[in-house]
């Protein structure tokens, strides 16, 4: 199968002229963006900007109107692709989390293991009481999400995408619905994630993390990406006059 | 002197009191009570109705709505699937049946079945007449139900779905261990009021014809009523249909009053 092949020396991420459409209004203007394996991208920008429908296209949630994104080499824009073989190597997180509810957490954690990835109970069970333990929540797998905070739910979501051993993870805004003292707990997992050299392209409003944590900046408006670089240089300097009034208005 | 607002409203209160009261009264006055009780609360002839009326006619009741409503379920899953589906001739056929089967009587279906199964696809349905019945009592549960499930489905938030997605999970599979099981829990309430109007609807059955073993309680009552030329067994029939159906909608109301709890 072609989805086999990964091609190592491949960009993670490979977006080529992407453009999105609902209907008449054209969110996404051509983005060119590639992101190299081991590399934390941030993305930031007013709302509107067209940066969640652009994260959102990488493991077509989004299905693109035009341009090629390839993981790893592979095109998943692509009608022959296996979609769900690509997306089993993207770790995706909500905004909202969207664990299952009618599970435990032990049960969000394996049910993707066991139907996609056919581990057996035991070694699906094993691998998510690690997961659980990376993200510091071992003692609740057998808690449900309406039991949990929303700092605890998101964890949980981090350790359900990390228990399919994805090759890069996707962050739609994880602390936006959090309460402000939850944030923390979360960043604080993904600051981890980034230092063990895990793939990321984060979209988010947290400007700290973004500085301390990014490899990269981006900064979007009106569906085009205006400015990249390195964070400390892009926060401290901004050189598109719409990123200079962005960040006064936000910092 | 004018009354003040107070007394006014409290006489008015008395006096509908009163109204009603003397409405029931007079009803009980005009009522013979010692022929009703010889033709509806006979108790020999109640004590003759059993243990047939239970061991019978109710188990057949209870049997044949398990049954509609099994089927219904497993065909309405099947419609609402279809009327969700990006193919559009599923579409256009699951409206087309649920639109039928939803605008004809209960009874015309039924008794449309008895005859088609038999005459048009040389089907014999085990159980006779009854099994052709019920047959067409399951194609009317099963444009009804689908309309719940498909309501039931499209209730589940869009995010569960691009959760389960994002996991590699296949469209199949996200319906069936994500998306189906919440889209259930929901509709519990729908679906249970759907099984005491299946267990009502189950008395439509007699216009398929019945043998002695496949009376369900209203053809058993009917019957019985004819035979001892005394109503007792229709009251008897009521009592056995509210001690199945009351229970299940006291439940319901109970469901639905925790359900709004939890939102």
Known sequence: ?251 | MALKRRTRGRLYRYSMYALFIAFIVLVAVATDWPKIGKQFFDLEVAAKLFPDIVIVALRNTVLFTLIAFAGGLLLGIVFALMKLSVIAPFRWFATAWIELFRGLPALLTIFAMAFILPIAFGIKPPGGPVGAGLIGLILVASAYMAEVIRAGIQAVPKGQTEASRSLGMSPMKTMFWIVLPQGFRIIIPPLTNEFVLLLKDTSLLFIAGTFIWSKELTSFARDANTMYANATPLIMAALLYLIVTIPLTRFTAWLERRMARQR
């Open chain 1, 1 to 251: 199968m072609s989805t086999d092949l990964i091609d190592v020396h491949a960009p993670a991420i490979d977006i080529q002229g992407l453009v999105k459409s609902f209907g008449e209004n054209e969110v996404l203007k051509g983005i060119d963006l590639t992101v190299n394996s081991g590399e934390v991208v941030c993305i930031i920008g007013p709302s509107g900007s067209g940066k969640s429908t652009l994260l959102r296209s990488v493991n077509l949630l989004e299905d693109p109107t035009d341009g090629h994104i390839l993981i790893e080499g592979i095109d998943v824009t692509d009608e022959e692709t296996d979609i769900d073989r690509v997306r089993q190597r993207i770790g995706m997180v909500f905004q909202s989390f969207n664990l299952f509810p009618h599970m435990t957490v032990l049960g969000n954690l394996t049910i993707a293991q066991r139907r996609v990835k056919k581990r057996s109970k035991d070694e699906a069970e094993r691998v998510a009481q690690e997961m659980l333990a990376r993200v510091g929540l071992a003692e609740k797998a057998d808690a449900f999400p309406s039991h949990l905070s929303g700092g605890q739910q998101q964890r949980v979501a981090i350790a359900r995408a990390l228990c399919m051993n994805p090759d890069m993870m996707l962050f739609d805004e994880p602390t936006s619905a959090l309460d402000p003292e939850l944030v923390g707990e979360v960043l604080q997992v993904m600051r981890t994630l980034a230092d063990e050299g895990m793939t990321m392209l984060v979209v988010t409003h947290e400007m700290g993390f973004a500085r301390e944590v990014g490899s990269r900046l981006i900064f979007m408006d009106g569906g085009h990406i205006l400015e990249q670089g390195d964070p400390r240089e892009v926060l401290a300097n901004p050189q598109h006059p719409r990123t200079q009034d962005f960040l006064s208005r936000v910092l």
